[in-house]
């Protein structure tokens, strides 16, 4: 059976949780889908900030010479974009789209509301999906991260209603096992990931003023406690992009100096297979996860091991609470006491069975989810595709 091309849109060299997203993604299509994919990555960068490339009759070209167009997974509405016509992501409007004459799968999208909501982006993006999801060859799905809701309150009903929820696929992704410098195989340890980016609204007080060594000194008691109850244990710090060292700088520069120099291990950053495989392998392999990146909680509960989300972003709140796992995730703000997410992680580590169930039932319950998905999908296709049965 000959395999079908696909053009993939999306974010290749961001930070490490798109490829671990890219990886579930590909594994699931190729269990459930009748035909064989073959994707060619296309990185989104190169049209919004690097600006190599352009929305235009070159990429349509491109687009009509594959069988199928995914665009996503990424967040697709920026409420607050006002920069694009479209008031999203792409600065492309509905009559590119038209002229490609390939169906075009806008594939779990997330939404981001961190800067806002602007009347300007949402006037915009409604006249964008009035058009596009009149389009018979074209579906939306937005990820199950409270993305819906997001559509639901600030769009309205009608525009959530038409676009089905779906798991992202970084909750299926499954890395290779890697040596890592420092951890000896059977090493116990903790692997804690830090965000860097967005450091104005993760780390700002009401006026504006720094709280990130407020923060780094949460973490690093939280740190120093876990350590002081079990001398057999390490603290691996896992950064997913350049600017997470910031964060995990800052903890660093807090904490004990021994524990520091001889129980702390900094993972190492590198992009492509051999960097989010061996990151994300830390995950499955770590003895409980904190974190605050989409993907590294999202891996880590397709994993099983025990995780615990630490909350500067709505998509991770929304993330826990939509699967069922609000307990899960710790908010931190300026009045934030993080002794509670770490007497959580304790336990955990104490006896983590019952959350390592826990955490399996919720991946088989969206993979079936999944499953239904591509289920409608594959009739959808082969209405569409030539090849597709």
Same mark, same amino acid.
């Given at each position: 059976?000959?395999?079908?091309?696909?053009?993939?849109?999306?974010?290749?060299?961001?930070?490490?949780?798109?490829?671990?997203?890219?990886?579930?993604?590909?594994?699931?299509?190729?269990?459930?889908?009748?035909?064989?994919?073959?994707?060619?990555?296309?990185?989104? %960068?190169?049209?919004?900030?690097?600006?190599?490339?352009? =929305?235009?009759?070159?990429?349509?070209?491109?687009?009509?010479?594959?069988?199928?167009?995914?665009?996503?997974?990424?967040?697709?509405?920026?409420?607050?974009?006002?920069?694009?016509?479209?008031?999203?992501?792409?600065?492309?409007?509905?009559?590119? =789209?038209?002229?490609?004459?390939?169906?075009?799968?806008?594939?779990?999208?997330?939404?981001?509301?961190?800067?806002?909501?602007?009347?300007?982006?949402?006037?915009?993006?409604?006249?964008?999906?009035?058009?596009?999801?009149?389009?018979?060859?074209?579906?939306?799905?937005?990820?199950?991260?409270?993305?819906?809701?997001?559509?639901?309150?600030?769009?309205?009903?009608?525009?959530?209603?038409?676009?089905?929820?779906?798991?992202?696929?970084?909750?299926?992704?499954?890395?290779?096992?890697?040596?890592?410098?420092?951890?000896?195989?059977?090493?116990?340890?903790?692997?804690?990931?830090?965000?860097?980016?967005?450091?104005?609204?993760?780390?700002?007080?009401?006026?504006?003023?720094?709280?990130?060594?407020?923060?780094?000194?949460?973490?690093?008691?939280?740190?120093?406690?876990?350590?002081?109850?079990?001398?057999?244990?390490?603290?691996?710090?896992?950064?997913?992009?350049?600017?997470? =060292?910031?964060?995990?700088?800052?903890?660093?520069?807090?904490?004990?100096? %021994?524990? %520091?120099?001889?129980?702390?291990?900094?993972?190492?950053?590198?992009?492509?297979?051999?960097?989010?495989?061996?990151?994300?392998d830390l995950y499955r392999r770590a003895a409980a996860v904190i974190a605050m990146r989409y993907h590294a909680n999202l891996a880590s509960i397709g994993f099983g091991t025990p995780v615990f989300g630490l909350s500067t972003h709505h998509k991770i709140a929304g993330q826990f609470g939509a699967l069922g796992l609000a307990d899960r995730c710790?908010?931190?703000?300026?009045?934030?006491?993080?002794?509670?997410?770490?007497?959580?992680?304790?336990?955990?580590?104490?006896?983590?069975?019952?959350?390592?169930?826990?955490?399996?039932?919720?991946?088989?319950?969206?993979?079936?989810?999944?499953?239904?998905?591509?289920?409608?999908?594959?009739?959808?296709?082969?209405?569409?595709?030539?090849? =597709?049965?």
């Amino acid at each position: 059976m000959r395999p079908l091309s696909v053009l993939h849109l999306a974010s290749f060299v961001g930070n490490l949780g798109d490829n671990a997203m890219h990886d579930g993604e590909y594994r699931t299509r190729a269990a459930d889908l009748p035909v064989p994919l073959n994707h060619r990555p296309i990185e989104v %960068r190169d049209f919004i900030h690097w600006r190599r490339r352009a =929305f235009d009759g070159a990429f349509v070209d491109e687009a009509n010479s594959a069988d199928l167009v995914v665009i996503g997974g990424f967040s697709l509405f920026q409420l607050w974009r006002e920069t694009t016509s479209s008031g999203t992501y792409l600065d492309a409007g509905p009559e590119l =789209f038209a002229a490609i004459r390939r169906p075009i799968v806008f594939h779990g999208l997330g939404v981001d509301a961190t800067r806002g909501v602007s009347p300007v982006a949402m006037a915009r993006t409604r006249a964008f999906l009035d058009d596009m999801l009149g389009f018979d060859h074209c579906r939306f799905s937005l990820r199950n991260d409270g993305s819906s809701d997001l559509i639901r309150d600030h769009l309205g009903s009608a525009y959530a209603d038409a676009m089905p929820v779906i798991p992202d696929g970084g909750l299926f992704a499954e890395p290779s096992p890697w040596a890592h410098p420092g951890l000896p195989e059977g090493q116990r340890f903790v692997a804690v990931n830090l965000a860097g980016d967005m450091p104005d609204k993760r780390y700002a007080g009401d006026r504006g003023e720094d709280l990130t060594d407020r923060f780094a000194a949460g973490i690093a008691a939280g740190i120093e406690t876990l350590l002081g109850a079990d001398e057999t244990l390490t603290c691996v710090f896992v950064p997913h992009i350049y600017s997470d =060292f910031g964060p995990i700088g800052a903890v660093l520069a807090a904490l004990d100096d %021994r524990l %520091r120099r001889e129980r702390i291990v900094v993972a190492a950053l590198a992009q492509g297979e051999g960097g989010w495989s061996a990151s994300f392998d830390l995950y499955r392999r770590a003895a409980a996860v904190i974190a605050m990146r989409y993907h590294a909680n999202l891996a880590s509960i397709g994993f099983g091991t025990p995780v615990f989300g630490l909350s500067t972003h709505h998509k991770i709140a929304g993330q826990f609470g939509a699967l069922g796992l609000a307990d899960r995730c710790h908010a931190w703000t300026a009045d934030s006491d993080l002794a509670p997410l770490f007497a959580d992680v304790a336990r955990d580590l104490a006896d983590p069975a019952a959350s390592v169930r826990r955490l399996a039932e919720v991946r088989a319950r969206e993979r079936q989810v999944l499953r239904t998905h591509h289920d409608d999908l594959a009739g959808w296709l082969a209405a569409r595709v030539e090849g =597709f049965a």
